[in-house]
């Protein structure tokens, strides 16, 4: 097990563009899974609120499939102000947030 700061979790998540991926998000109880995304990891946004504040960052990784493009894009949002940690198990990345624990892998 690897813990990882917001910074580092950007570079990791940029390194999966391309790959088919799955993304478990779940309540941070350990309840039942809350959705289930499976793509192909796309380029990360990077949006900040404030030019330099790195707390306000935002980070948008799309997870789409070719078949779902004319839906609109999909993915998940992940924002430094909520960012709780992270650690990389293996191939898995297990991203805690405020509310949400997102497990995300290579599939």
């Not at 391309?18 to 946004?45: K, M, N």
């Not at 998940?76 to 947030?97: D, K, M, N, Q, W």
Request: net charge negative; proline share 5%; aromatic share 4%.
């Amino acid at each position: 097990m690897n813990d990882i700061d917001f910074p580092d979790l950007l570079d990791a998540l940029a390194q999966l563009q391309g790959e088919l991926v799955s993304i478990l998000v779940q309540g941070r109880s350990g309840s039942q899974p809350v959705a289930v995304l499976i793509g192909t990891a796309g380029p990360i946004d990077l949006a900040t609120e404030d030019e330099g504040d790195s707390s306000s960052r935002v980070a948008f990784l799309p997870v789409e499939e070719e078949s779902a493009a004319a839906m609109g894009r999909q993915g998940v949002y992940l924002e430094a102000a909520s960012f709780a940690g992270a650690t990389r198990v293996a191939g898995r990345l297990i991203v805690t947030l405020r509310e949400l624990t997102l497990e995300i892998e290579p599939t």
